[in-house]
């Protein structure tokens, strides 16, 4: 009984290693919203990702729709 709690607990700190492994591993090769923005082909207007054939009026429609969305709650922006 003792050696099968034993292995256990040797899984669940094992496992525990791997996900702060992975964890740790996410932050150091995360990248910021205007890298990600860059990476998908957009332009960073500041505060939204737009795609490089969105009109003046199209990215100016999509900034207040975002701001509106964040005061709301609906969305959380970086």
């Known amino acids: 009984m003792k050696q ?29 919203p205007q890298e990600t923005c860059e990476i998908k082909g957009g332009v960073w207007t500041g505060e939204y990702c737009a795609p490089r054939d969105m009109t003046d009026d ?14 709301k709650g609906l969305l959380y922006v970086d």
């Open 58 to 71: 199209e990215i100016v429609y999509a900034q207040e729709y975002t701001k509106h969305a964040e005061m």
């Open 4 to 32: 099968i709690i034993k292995e256990i607990f040797i899984l669940a700190i094992f496992s525990l290693v791997i996900i702060l492994a992975t964890v740790l591993a996410s932050k150091a090769f995360a990248t910021t």
